[in-house]
C-alpha cells in the first residue's frame, strides 16, 4: 500500500485547507483510514479516523467542529477538510491506512503510512 498525503501549505489563523489522501494502486480501498499529525520532538497526535465506506468516522475533541473527514471511493481518496485554523494545528500531518475495515484513535491500528503534509498556521 503506498499512500500519498497532499494539501499542507500556509495559512493564516482562521483559515481552512483540504489535505488529501490517496491510494494510487487501490490497496487500502476496505482499510479505515486516519489523519495524524506530529510537531518536531512530540508524540504523534490522532487527528481524525474513517471506516471502509465512510459510515463512521471519528474525530478528535481539539479538531470536533472544524474539521471533517470524507472519503472517495471512486477516487481512492481520503480528505481532511480543516477550517477555523489556529496556530496549534500546525503540524506534519499523516495518513495511514488500518489494518482492518473500521476506524481507530490508535496508531497500532494502522498499518501503511503515507509521507507527510507540512501544514503551517500563521497568526
Known amino acids: 500500500v503506498q499512500l500519498q498525503a497532499s494539501g499542507g501549505g500556509l495559512v493564516q489563523a482562521g483559515g481552512s485547507l483540504r489535505l488529501s489522501c490517496t491510494d494510487p494502486?487501490?490497496?487500502?480501498?476496505?482499510?479505515?483510514v486516519g489523519w495524524f499529525r506530529q510537531v518536531s520532538g512530540t508524540d504523534r497526535e490522532f487527528v481524525a479516523s474513517?471506516?471502509?465506506?465512510?459510515?463512521?468516522?471519528v474525530l478528535a475533541d481539539s479538531v470536533k467542529g472544524r474539521f471533517a473527514i470524507s472519503r472517495d471511493r471512486a477516487r481512492n481518496t481520503v480528505y481532511l477538510q480543516m477550517n477555523s485554523l489556529n496556530t496549534e494545528d500546525t503540524a506534519v500531518y499523516f495518513c495511514?491506512?488500518?489494518?482492518?475495515?473500521?476506524?481507530?484513535?490508535?496508531?497500532?491500528?494502522?498499518?501503511?503510512w503515507g509521507q507527510g503534509t507540512l501544514v503551517t498556521v500563521s497568526s
Open positions: 494502486k487501490r490497496t487500502s480501498s476496505n482499510n479505515g
Open positions: 495511514a491506512a488500518g489494518r482492518g475495515s473500521s476506524t481507530s484513535q490508535n496508531s497500532d491500528y494502522y498499518r501503511y
Open positions: 474513517i471506516s471502509w465506506n465512510g459510515g463512521s468516522t
